[in-house]
């Protein structure tokens, strides 16, 4: 569940319990004061939150936008809070970047020491450039509403043509929801060390079956997160032919499609093909992990009147 505080002004999420009970915010992102509401979008991967500027004013008045993980309740800022254009009379104007949301980042709370990972060496974070075709603004006040369209073209002094950059363009956002998803289990990862770190400091006995399951899933969830971010030295060419993290081959191959106007060749379909693949079987692995020892500890956890993992 998310929340915002108009009066401190920020957005959070909670947890909901299996007996319906409302967890305390999991995490605070600080906004404009008066944030009135949040919303998710369709997708449920991002939310928003509206300030509003105290007595009319202009200033106070944006809208934040966070990347949101239903599964770990994790909100990240995608940018700086958009200000929407003054009411007051006169000229007015909003700009877009031509770029599609970017990928999410892992939380940086959980791995505050982690070497730069996800979107810190450009363009890994970076959305995909919005491709020729016709697009729509929509300007709405109060009961009134407009919408006008607009069109991109294809700039003429590339070769490439609009069936090309749209070849791109989808290359371009499949690799940035990769990324996202693994953002999400790396923070579903560390979020789980750092309950279990806390836990097992308190067991009493470090030789008693619950201490070793839970010293045993320590290095099951590092291996886990090895796989997924930890990197590989090397030129480029090593870095996507060897089996280096997937954070690293994905950033690497997203900077080979993003690197002229151009559709990605067939040997950059392939190998995104490969990486998908490999993390659909992280994703089932981390899914193994939850039904199998992460359960069987919960449950000893449970026994020893310590609450259980996730709980």
């Given at each position: 569940?998310v929340?915002?505080?108009?009066?401190?002004?920020?957005?959070?999420?909670?947890?909901i319990?299996?007996?319906?009970?409302v967890s305390?915010e999991?995490?605070?992102?600080?906004?404009?004061?008066n944030?009135?509401?949040?919303?998710?979008?369709?997708?449920?991967?991002?939310?928003?939150?509206?300030?509003?500027?105290?007595e009319?004013g202009v200033a106070?008045?944006?809208i934040?936008?966070?990347?949101?993980?239903?599964?770990?309740g994790?909100?990240?800022?995608?940018?700086?809070?958009?200000?929407?254009?003054?009411?007051a009379?006169?000229?007015?104007?909003?700009?877009?970047?031509?770029?599609?949301?970017?990928a999410?980042?892992?939380?940086k709370?959980?791995?505050?020491?982690?070497?730069?990972?996800?979107?810190?060496s450009?363009?890994?974070?970076n959305g995909?450039?919005?491709?020729?075709?016709?697009?729509?603004v929509?300007?709405?006040?109060g009961?009134?509403?407009d919408?006008?369209?607009?069109?991109?073209?294809?700039d003429?002094?590339?070769?490439?043509?609009?069936e090309?950059?749209?070849?791109?363009?989808?290359?371009?956002?499949?690799?940035?929801?990769?990324l996202s998803?693994?953002?999400?289990?790396?923070?579903?990862?560390?979020?789980?060390r750092?309950?279990?770190?806390g836990w097992?400091?308190?067991?009493?006995?470090p030789?008693?079956?619950?201490?070793?399951?839970?010293?045993?899933l320590?290095?099951?969830?590092d291996?886990?997160e090895?796989?997924?971010?930890?990197?590989?030295?090397?030129?480029?060419?090593?870095r996507?032919?060897?089996?280096?993290s997937?954070?690293?081959?994905?950033?690497?191959?997203?900077?080979v499609?993003?690197?002229?106007?151009?559709?990605?060749?067939?040997?950059?379909?392939?190998m995104?093909?490969?990486?998908?693949?490999?993390l659909?079987?992280?994703?089932?692995?981390?899914?193994?992990l939850?039904?199998?020892?992460?359960?069987?500890?919960?449950a000893m956890?449970?026994e020893?009147?310590?609450?259980?993992?996730?709980?």
């Amino acid at each position: 569940m998310v929340s915002s505080s108009g009066g401190v002004g920020h957005g959070g999420a909670h947890a909901i319990g299996a007996d319906g009970q409302v967890s305390p915010e999991l995490q605070r992102n600080p906004t404009s004061l008066n944030a009135h509401a949040i919303a998710t979008d369709p997708t449920n991967r991002f939310a928003y939150v509206p300030c509003i500027a105290e007595e009319g004013g202009v200033a106070g008045n944006a809208i934040h936008g966070f990347s949101f993980s239903s599964a770990t309740g994790a909100l990240e800022p995608t940018g700086p809070p958009l200000t929407p254009a003054p009411t007051a009379p006169g000229l007015n104007r909003f700009v877009w970047n031509l770029r599609y949301p970017d990928a999410t980042k892992p939380d940086k709370e959980l791995a505050p020491d982690a070497p730069p990972t996800l979107g810190e060496s450009e363009p890994s974070a970076n959305g995909p450039v919005a491709p020729p075709g016709r697009y729509q603004v929509r300007l709405e006040s109060g009961e009134l509403a407009d919408t006008q369209s607009l069109e991109i073209r294809r700039d003429p002094r590339i070769a490439a043509s609009d069936e090309d950059l749209q070849r791109q363009f989808e290359a371009w956002r499949s690799v940035c929801e990769q990324l996202s998803r693994i953002s999400e289990l790396l923070d579903s990862i560390r979020r789980l060390r750092r309950q279990l770190t806390g836990w097992q400091t308190t067991l009493d006995d470090p030789a008693t079956p619950a201490a070793e399951a839970a010293k045993r899933l320590a290095e099951e969830l590092d291996t886990r997160e090895q796989a997924l971010q930890a990197g590989k030295a090397g030129d480029l060419g090593n870095r996507l032919s060897e089996p280096g993290s997937l954070t690293e081959q994905l950033n690497t191959l997203l900077s080979v499609i993003a690197a002229a106007d151009a559709a990605p060749n067939a040997a950059a379909e392939e190998m995104f093909e490969l990486l998908r693949a490999r993390l659909d079987e992280e994703t089932e692995t981390w899914r193994q992990l939850n039904v199998g020892q992460i359960a069987e500890l919960s449950a000893m956890l449970v026994e020893a009147g310590i609450p259980p993992l996730g709980g």
